[in-house]
């Protein structure tokens, strides 16, 4: 099913409000689900009688492929498209990052129609149930093939990535376009941790995929700095006449200190995450047809960068000065 035929919310329709909206509960359904408490003489509703909240304009299909069942999550603008096409932020993990990159796109339009503003189509990448974050398959579709074991420490399957990007480029990208008017020229790919490392793999191996590409605190000590191969041939092929692209990488300030924590301190010495970010940055410079550039958030430590990070990969794919 195509994501143009879901329904575009899910959220009851208060009396006498527009139509157009897709599912509209009648008076008699809002009374059995104890809902207009605010009008005389009805039930009040509870909490636990409440539907979920549901994000307007948005909508979501689960998608077989590669072990998995993938969720992707679409918000558009709540606006008319530009003649060229919206352009699109796809985003890694996003049954975490989904709702808060589409309610940061939506907040450009709370100033009314009659506002100006500029938008982007975007597109969350995730996995169904309601778990906050599939290790297991994340963890598959994230990282690159390698040489050495087929798992990580804790026995979860690694090597994915080429599949899961395949997946967006075959599958997610067409029904994209299908439901909305989209702009080939302005696509953009975000990814956090092991998805930042996923971005940068898609930007070394197939840079034609997407323009614009924003890595958030990636995981480059993986496989002991693996992804510095993939850049040396990214590197080593780029000629002077490349189609030109944009690559945003992203840490938060405290991922860069020594940790307090000792667990956490050896863990770090063992990763040796700051050399390979280091040595990953000094491999970006003069890069031919590559714009890249580096920001840290003051005070953030890893969990805490995501959120800035979002906001910078939607300034960034909107092109208004990221």
């Known amino acids: 099913m ?10 009851a329709t208060a009396p006498g409000a527009s139509a157009s909206v897709s599912l509209i509960y009648t008076r008699r359904t809002l009374l059995g689900l104890g809902a207009l ?63 808060l990159a589409a ?93 930042g490392l996923c971005v940068l793999h898609a930007l070394f191996t197939r840079p034609g995929g997407f323009q614009n590409y924003v890595a958030a605190s990636p995981s480059v000590w993986w496989r002991d700095g693996f992804i510095l191969q993939e850049q040396a041939g990214f590197r080593a092929a780029r000629r002077g006449d490349a189609a030109p692209v944009r690559l945003l990488v992203t840490l938060g300030e405290r991922e860069a200190q020594r940790p307090a924590d000792p667990a956490r301190a050896a863990i770090a010495r063992e990763r040796r995450s700051a050399e390979h970010l280091h040595t990953l940055l000094d491999g970006l410079r003069g890069t031919p047809g590559l714009d890249w550039r580096f920001l840290s958030f003051p005070g953030a430590g890893h969990g805490d960068s995501m959120a800035p990070a979002v906001q910078q990969a939607l300034a960034l794919a909107i092109g208004d000065g990221a």
Do not use: K
């Not at 195509?2 to 959220?11: D, I, K």
């Not at 009805?42 to 590669?66: F, H, K, Y």
């Not at 969720?71 to 498209?81: E, G, K, V």
């Not at 503003?117 to 906050?132: C, E, F, M, S």
């Open 2 to 11: 195509s994501l143009a035929a879901q329904l575009p919310e899910t959220h």
């Open 37 to 99: 408490s605010v009008l005389p003489g009805c039930a009040r509703l509870t909490l636990e009688q409440a539907p979920p909240v549901a994000l307007p304009g948005t909508r979501c299909i689960d998608v077989a492929s590669g072990g998995h069942t993938h969720r992707i999550m679409l918000a558009a603008p709540p606006a008319a498209p530009p003649p060229q096409g919206w352009p699109v932020l796809y985003v890694l993990d996003g049954d975490l990052v989904f709702a």
């Open 103 to 195: 309610q940061l796109m939506r907040n450009r339009f709370a100033r009314g129609p009659g506002t100006p503003a500029q938008g982007a189509v975007v597109v969350g990448l995730g996995y169904a149930g309601d778990r906050v974050l599939d290790l297991d398959a994340r963890t598959y579709d994230y990282t690159p093939s390698a040489p050495g074991p087929a798992t990580d420490g804790r026995g979860r399957r690694e090597g994915g990535a080429d599949t899961f990007l395949d997946f967006i480029h075959a599958t997610v990208r067409p029904q994209v376009e299908r439901a909305v008017r989209t702009d080939m020229a302005r696509q953009t790919l975000f990814g956090h941790s092991y998805g």
